[in-house]
Every structure is written in structure tokens, then in C-alpha cells.
């Protein structure tokens, strides 16, 4: 019995141990989304989401470090939702994500703004209303999620690719009719990704919404008690207003009161 009660004590240490030691540091995946977050010629990583989880780590008892891991977009949110990073920021949340990973309330980013496409200056195309998007090739970011409408139609011709940059090179070279972007951020991610915006012509026709950018956790790290701590904090840096500082050199707005509600619990499905 003493041998029995000696090798459980210790495997609950060892596993104690391994808790500890798979949450030394927090693995966040960065993509090239200026001006949310960006990565320099040598790979360095900056961007709001770093921001947050750095005030996080020092205002929080654990000894953790936060450390960015560059990827492509559909690369980050595939290694979200296999667990291979832990934390992701700026996604919209949609069922489908949901499932496959952890989604922290409230959203840090709400943003008034709408879908947009762009078209070549000399291309003959016109979009006046969402119809006239079908027959037409647009290029979209692989693992995106835009407005449910265009999301879910399968009579679109959507081209994925793995950046904003080649998607607006792709419409640059004729190679597609269109290119879908947030009309707010649009104009300053051409200008620090150094590509040519005035080639380009954007079409009359809008979806206007207010997009919602949430951090997400792997289903493994929102479960440990890091995460769950890191969740609180962000909680409580949403009601004291500590968000709304962070998130203001980004020219973002304030998060919404009606999203700081308790009774909520999460922001409203139909707005994604």
C-alpha cells in the first residue's frame, strides 16, 4: 500500500510538473494584418493582441512569457484549432469556429464598417448590389469569415489565397475581377503593404455591419487555469475601461456598453 500511495504521489507531481511546464510561455499566432497586427522583413511580430496579452502578463501572478509565432492567416487558425498556438485575436466568431475553438467575451474590437470589393481602375466591372457579385472571381483570404450572405454562398466564385497581399496583387494582375476588404482598414493595409491602392477602383455596392474582432483561445489552453485566468483579466479590462485604452492608438472605438453586460454572456449571433 505505502509503494502504491508513493508512485501516485509521484505522478500527480510529474503531472503537476508537466502543467506547469506546458504553459511557461503562451503561444500567440500573429498573421500580417496591418494595422492590427504586423510582422517585419526578419519575422518580429507587433500588433494589438500582443499588446493585450503582454499588459495581461504583467499586471497577473503567473511568470509566463508571451511568445508570437508568425504564420498566414488560414495557418494560425489552423493551429488554433489543433492546439498547436494557444491564443489568436481579431476573429469574428462564427458557428463553425465555435466548435473548434474558445472564444473570450467581450469582443475587443467593434468595429462600424463595411465589406468591400475591389475592382481593377480599368476593368469594366461594375457591382451595384450583392447579384451582381455572381459570375464575377473574387479573391478571398483562405480560413476568412466575412458576412454570412456572401460566406454561405455557394454560387460565388471565390478564389482563396493565403494573404491580403496576394489577393490584391491577383486583382492588380487581372488574374481576378475582385478582391473583398474591410473598407475601414482597406486603404492603410495597401499602404503598409507598399502596394499600388490608386490601380485600384472600389465598387458601389457595400455590406455594412458592425464586425466584431474576439481573442480565442485552443480548447486545451481556455481549459487550464492560465487560460482561465487570462480570461478573467481580459473581463476585467473590458468593465474598468483598460481596453478601451489599449485598443485606442489603433484608431478603435470603445467597446460598446451593451457588451460589458453580464446577462449576455456573448455578443449577439446575428451581427456576424
Request: charged share 25%; net charge neutral; hydrophobic share 45%.
Amino acid at each position: 500500500m505505502k509503494y502504491f500511495v508513493a508512485i501516485m504521489l509521484v505522478m500527480s507531481l510529474c503531472s503537476i510538473k508537466q502543467a506547469l511546464a506546458d504553459h511557461e510561455q503562451i503561444l500567440v499566432a500573429i498573421d500580417h494584418a496591418p494595422p492590427y497586427s504586423a510582422l517585419d522583413d526578419k519575422g518580429n511580430a507587433r500588433g494589438l493582441i500582443l499588446d493585450i496579452l503582454n499588459y495581461i502578463k504583467h499586471h497577473s501572478d503567473e511568470d509566463i512569457a508571451v511568445k508570437a509565432v508568425p504564420c498566414p492567416f488560414s495557418r494560425c487558425i489552423r493551429m488554433l484549432a489543433q492546439g498547436e498556438v494557444d491564443v489568436m485575436g481579431g476573429l469574428i466568431r462564427t458557428p463553425d469556429r465555435e466548435r473548434k475553438m474558445a472564444f473570450v467575451t467581450p469582443p475587443y474590437m467593434a468595429l462600424s464598417s463595411s465589406f468591400v470589393f475591389y475592382g481593377h481602375q480599368h476593368s469594366q466591372i461594375e457591382v451595384r448590389r450583392y447579384e451582381d457579385l455572381i459570375g464575377k472571381r473574387i479573391a478571398v483570404m483562405r480560413g476568412a469569415a466575412f458576412f454570412p450572405r456572401f460566406d454561405q454562398d455557394s454560387r460565388l466564385d471565390k478564389v482563396e489565397v493565403p494573404s491580403e497581399r496576394i489577393a490584391v496583387d491577383l486583382v492588380l494582375k487581372g488574374r481576378v475581377d475582385l478582391v473583398i476588404a474591410v473598407e475601414d482598414t482597406a486603404d492603410l493595409a495597401m499602404n503598409v503593404l507598399a502596394q499600388p491602392a490608386h490601380q485600384l477602383r472600389k465598387m458601389d455596392y457595400r455590406h455594412t455591419q458592425v464586425i466584431y474582432g474576439h481573442m480565442a483561445m485552443s480548447r486545451a489552453f481556455a481549459q487550464s487555469h492560465v487560460g482561465r485566468e487570462f480570461t478573467e483579466h481580459m473581463q476585467r479590462m473590458a468593465k474598468n475601461k483598460v481596453l478601451d485604452k489599449l485598443v485606442a492608438p489603433y484608431q478603435l472605438p470603445a467597446i460598446p456598453p451593451q457588451l460589458l453586460s453580464e446577462e449576455t454572456g456573448s455578443t449577439p449571433k446575428n451581427t456576424f
